[in-house]
């Protein structure tokens, strides 16, 4: 137990918060003043002051790990957007094909069709329409009659039966074409979408990996600030400050009580860390009205939940890149979508969203209280209308993700900032 855990630590959480909106993650421009060692030095003048020069530079550090952590939110939301609009255009990518072979195979039956049609009309003007009817009239032969009436009255019902199939046949192909026409366009309209998703995602990641090079100069010093005063070292309090931003075990909460069947029951409150907390004056998130869950999930399959983190863990390591489904990259979705693979489990399409929705309705949503190895973690900041990412449990308050640019597969704490309220779980 570290011997420097102080009641002022909650003072720090109100500190960090208002450092927060004083730098604003918008806003690099504003400076911030942080302690010189000359003002590390003077703390040290007495017990008071060496106290409170801690607090202030474990509360610059906190502030510091926030903003880190909401950069890292606002790179992931954009990345999911991508995510969505790359999903969006493979379906009209596989709808436009589709439909342009469907336009192919309709064109070659009405040329058919018609090819028929034509030939008729040839043959009739060969044996002359007229000449045919005046033999009848003329003809003495009553058995002949017959026969040749009845061979014509065929060949009249074969004829409308050609010309209808040729009309019919090239109707369908006009209407194919121009279905695929219009599938083509909107392919291309989405793919133009995609790669402004996947602009704004680059966009958003060097914004982050810009601001967090700024400030880990600042950090670096503040740590070593921190670990003068208190006679440790800049890595141990690293370590503890880790604990404090990002703890392994969720705070006190009241149980997630699932509902017995589809009603709307009330919301929890949403499980937060004490020093993540809600600006002040802003509404507490939103969550979405939760699917029916089954009070009493199954237990997980541990064979395929042991295939799939253990293809999870062999990716360690691995550089995160937007849209990344390996075999050497990763995105949050990609990862987990291949982990389950390699358990020959299909969790649902490239994209935290479409797991989540495709998981939901599969019927394999678990209170986030019930959480098992190998269940599937969400994020989501806007009420779970989206999910903007997602990770492999692995027990004991420990996750293993892909979970933004600059930070390789790895290895983190479970954390509670914009957890949905439940978990998927894949197997069982």
Known sequence: MRAHVRPSRALIVVVSASLLLTLGIASPAVAVEYPSWDDVQNARASQAATAAAVDDIEGYLVALEQKAAAL??????????????????ETASAKADRLTAQ??????????????????????????????????????????????????????????????????????????SAEAKAAVSARQ???????????????????MLAKLAAQQAA??????????????TAQAERDYLAGITNPPTPPTTPPIVPPTQPTT??????????????????PPPAQPSPPPVDP????????????????????????????????????????????????????????????????????????????QRGDLVFYSDDGGATTYHTAIYLGGGKIIEAQYEGVPVKVANLRYYDLMYYAARPTG
């Open 72 to 89: 890292g939110r606002i790179a992931q939301a954009r990345g999911e957007e991508y995510n969505i609009a790359r999903e969006q255009l």
């Open 103 to 176: 336009s192919k195979d309709a064109a070659a039956r009405a040329a058919a069709s018609s090819q028929r049609a034509g030939q008729l009309v040839a043959q009739f003007a060969r044996t002359g329409g007229s000449s045919l009817s005046l033999s009848l009239l003329l003809s003495d032969d009553s058995d002949d009659l017959l026969g040749t009436l009845a061979t014509v009255s065929k060949l009249t019902a074969q004829s409308a039966q050609i010309y209808e199939q040729a009309e019919h046949d090239t109707n369908v192909a006009a209407a194919l």
């Open 189 to 207: 309209a989405l793919a133009a979408s995609a790669q402004s998703a996947l602009d704004a995602a680059n966009a958003a990641s060097a914004d």
């Open 219 to 232: 950090a670096d010093q503040l740590y070593d600030q921190l670990a003068a005063l208190k006679g440790t």
């Open 265 to 282: 029951p009330t919301q929890p409150t949403q499980p937060t860390t004490p020093t993540q907390p809600t600006e002040p004056g802003a």
């Open 296 to 371: 009493t999930p199954p237990a997980p399959s541990p064979s395929a939940v042991e295939t799939a983190i253990a293809y999870a863990y062999a990716q360690i390591g691995d550089p995160y890149q937007y849209g990344g489904a390996g075999p050497d990259s990763w995105d949050c979705s990609g990862l987990t979508k291949a982990s389950y693979a390699a358990a020959g489990v299909y969790i649902g399409a490239h994209g935290s969203t479409s797991q989540y929705r495709y998981l939901s309705g599969q019927g394999r949503l678990v209170p986030v209280s019930q959480v």
